[in-house]
Every structure is written in C-alpha cells, then in structure tokens.
C-alpha cells in the first residue's frame, strides 16, 4: 500500500514513516502545504495522512477540498490537535474520509487507514455488509443472523455497522466513543459495556458460535473466532 503523509512535526512525521514502513507500506512524506498539495493531486495513493495547520501554502482542509473538487476519491484520514467536535465536523465536510485526534496511537490510526483501504476498494458504496451468517442491509437498516431478524435501536445498528467495518480487528473504547457517539470521552460510566452487552445478546442470542468477543484490555472485536 502507498501513503502520503502530509504532517509539519519532523517528529510525528518519522513517527509515522517508521511505524508504516514497518508494516510494509511505501511512504512519502511532505512537510508544508505546498508540497502536499502537488503530491496529494499529482500522485496515485491508497490512502493520504493530512495534517490540518500546515506552514508554506494551503492547510489541510484546502488540500482536501481541492482533491474532491477534482474528484480524487483517495481515502483521507485528516490527524489534527485541532481536537473539538467542531473541529472534527468541519474537517469531516470538507471531505475527509476519518479524522484522528492528537496524541493518538499508532495501532488505533493502522487500524483507521486499513478501514479506509477496504472501503474504498469495495467502491465505497457497498449496501451490505457480511460477518460469517450475521448480515447488515444498510440501505434497509435491517439486520439478520442466519436469517433470524435482529431488531436494533439506533445507536445498536450504527454500533454494529462501526464494528461490522472493521471486523477481525480489536476496536477501542476510544474509536467507538469518537466514531459512534463522536466525541472523545465517555459521558457517564459503562454507557459502552451497556451497549456491547445489549448488542451481544441480539447478535448471539440462541448461537453456538459467538461472534462479538471482549479483548480485556483493549476493547471488542467482531469475528468468528474468539
């Protein structure tokens, strides 16, 4: 996979670099908006890391806008200090595909860019989406299991469409909060274990094999093995 990494901190920079590298992605990298901007509209990439405040031309929401102007559909995952849920809206509208809050971890923003990946290589417009014999119609907002019928409240079926996503892989507390409720930090105690638990028991109920699993620790993943 390539990836432009478009960040001014020398040091989130070859942070970055050296964790993606190591994955095995190509990376290139540009410190200012002016070179990010060339690259982000000149080059072919899977997915672009685009800091919003970017000394020497455009910022980041520029950059973006002008790639969707020109309709270039490459994923990108906008990483920002700029933290507020305003901040997030307005990066989001201009067309980013995710946006990561600074100080993030490195395994969480791996996890975000494959996510992106995958969507965009399904055509970004896929209408269902399949876990093993658990089945999501996104267009209908119905939900089935081995063709039982699942009713979920809102917040459940935007929860499972989230974990469904990014299925196989342990999804953080952290990513549901922003991602599922958006916004950063939980509003009263254990209103995710609440929802998991209620959720666990629709999607599992009455099957030998479980599929929304606790990884202590880290958070839940959604898979056929445990």
């Known amino acids: 996979m390539k990836v432009l990494v478009v960040e001014d901190n020398p040091r989130v920079s070859q942070f970055l670099r050296k964790g993606l590298e190591e994955s095995g992605h190509v990376v290139d990298c540009a410190d200012n908006g002016r070179d990010g901007q060339f690259l982000a509209t000149s080059g072919r990439y899977d997915v672009i890391v685009l800091d919003r405040m970017l000394p020497g031309g455009p910022d980041g929401l520029t950059i973006v806008q002008t790639l969707r102007r020109e309709k270039n559909r490459t994923p990108v995952l906008i990483l920002s200090a700029l933290a507020e849920v305003d901040d997030r809206i307005r990066g989001l509208r201009a ?55 699942i009713e979920l409240k809102p917040r459940e079926f935007k929860l499972l469409e989230y974990l469904m996503r990014h299925s196989g892989q342990v999804v953080t507390r952290n990513m549901l909060l922003e991602n599922v409720w958006d916004y950063r930090f939980e509003p009263r105690p254990n209103v995710i274990d609440t929802h998991i638990s209620n959720l666990r028991r629709k999607i599992d109920q009455g099957s030998d094999s479980p599929l929304l699993h606790t990884v202590r620790g880290f958070g839940y993943r959604l898979g056929e093995n445990a």
Request: aromatic share 6%; net charge negative; hydrophobic share 35%.
């Open 95 to 149: 067309g980013g595909d995710d946006y990561l809050t600074k100080p993030f971890s490195f395994g969480e923003l791996s996890a975000r860019i494959d996510a992106l990946v995958r969507r965009s290589l399904a055509g970004g417009g896929a209408s269902e989406l399949i876990v093993g014999d658990l089945h999501m119609d996104l267009r209908n907002h119905d939900v089935t299991r081995d063709g039982r019928r």
